[in-house]
């Protein structure tokens, strides 16, 4: 049983514990190799284990994440235009820049990948901005959608989502699953 495996199985008792016994923890992981994203993959994955609900994961996490890059294009303000990519507004890149800054303290490679992705996200987006009259009800229609699917995923698995605990689990979820890309095309992150 190697380490990622040995937190799966134990992170749902990991909340529970006492500061000093996350301490003592987090010690032995970071003695050990254990990274950070690691340890957020494992506790993400406690809540991620049915077949079902992975697909949903699959179909929907990158929506959402598409979605929110919609409505913050849509926000006014100056852009940068690109020959094959098409233009990005100041504030999407400084959204852009933020989260990329998330992922590169985890990983540079899964940063610079994501990075990557939200750039072809915000080309999409830019896409239906220029394409439709208006575009922040396509994107708030993906956007519930996809919410109520997630959310009935998580009803079959039986647990809460991830994110109602922290946050930050709302980063981790688009890179999970970039983790299983990785991982099966032999690509250490």
Request: glycine share 4%; aromatic share 18%; proline share 3%.
């Amino acid at each position: 049983m190697d380490y990622l495996d040995f937190l799966s199985d134990a992170s749902f008792q990991y909340q529970s514990l006492s500061s000093i016994t996350k301490f003592y923890y987090f010690s032995v992981f970071q003695m050990t190799g254990m990274r950070k994203i690691d340890l957020l993959f494992a506790e993400y994955a406690e809540s991620h284990r049915n077949a079902t609900n992975k697909l949903i994961h699959w179909i929907c996490v990158p929506l959402i994440f598409w979605t929110i890059l919609g409505f913050i294009s849509l926000i006014p303000s100056k852009s940068i235009c690109f020959i094959y990519i098409g233009c990005i507004s100041y504030v999407s890149l400084a959204a852009m820049a933020l989260v990329t800054l998330f992922y590169m303290r985890l990983s540079f490679l899964i940063g610079s990948i994501m990075l990557a992705l939200m750039v072809l996200m915000e080309s999409f987006a830019f896409g239906v901005n220029t394409r439709t009259e208006r575009p922040w009800l396509v994107y708030l229609s993906v956007f519930i959608i996809t919410w109520i699917f997630q959310f009935v995923g998580h009803k079959i698995e039986g647990k809460k989502p991830s994110f109602l605990k922290d946050l930050q689990f709302l980063l981790v979820g688009p890179i999970w699953l970039l983790s299983f890309i990785l991982k099966k095309v032999g690509i250490r992150y």
